[in-house]
């Protein structure tokens, strides 16, 4: 990573939701990371605090980059919509996974 680049948090949500649904969801994707992993939201916070909020067509889409995440070793936080049936709806994903990210679309487009 560039040395003067800001380190993303990523949130990673469904093009198939409305837009509002979509940032509402990155939102809480964003809380469970901000819970679930303290010292490296912490650190995340301290040096860069920025974001950066992209998309994936499906849920389908959503889990098979969660699971890829996971196996990578990546801090992850998901979050499932209980108003939707327990449906996958949004992911948080530390700065490290930029590799994993780097072509996905910008969301609420």
């Not at 949130?11 to 990155?26: I, N």
């Not at 909020?53 to 196996?71: F, G, I, M, Q």
């Not at 108003?83 to 487009?109: G, H, I, Y």
């Amino acid at each position: 990573m560039e040395p003067n680049t800001p380190q993303k948090l990523y949130l990673v949500t469904r093009e198939d939701l409305p837009l509002a649904q979509q940032a509402v969801q990155a939102a809480h994707a964003l809380t469970e990371y901000l819970i679930q992993h303290k010292e490296g939201a912490s650190s995340w916070y301290s040096t860069s605090n920025t974001l950066a909020l992209l998309s994936v067509p499906t849920e389908d889409k959503l889990n098979l980059l969660l699971d890829k995440a996971r196996r990578k070793g990546f801090m992850v936080s998901e979050f499932r919509e209980p108003d939707r049936f327990q449906e996958l709806t949004a992911v948080a994903f530390e700065p490290k996974a930029k590799s994993l990210l780097r072509n996905l679309p910008l969301a609420l487009r």
